[in-house]
């Protein structure tokens, strides 16, 4: 999965240790806080966090490096909140096939 920022793709990806830091950056102790409403400075901060992160690792998977240092550097390219909405979706899809069994994803 890609997002775009700026009229630049960039590929995403979430690997274990990019999904806790995503965690981490938002204080969620658990998956649940994804359900729980949060307020929209919080929802935009866990947009950018999600594109933040899941850029970093998605280049670094392709041997290349971020041209982004923060998640305020990823704010200053959105437009829209909608531009997030491949981040959020590729965290979410992420998590929820990390705890998949390897059967459970065989048979998708």
Known sequence: ????????????????????AVMAENKMMDFDSLQENQNVAESMKFARDCAFYGIASG??????????HSSEEIAEKVESFSDLQPAIDAFTESVSGFFQTKEAKKAK
């Open 1 to 20: 999965m890609n997002i775009t920022l700026d009229g630049k793709d960039y590929p995403l990806f979430f690997s274990m240790l990019t999904i806790e």
């Open 59 to 68: 280049l670094k998977k392709e041997g290349k490096k971020s041209p982004f």
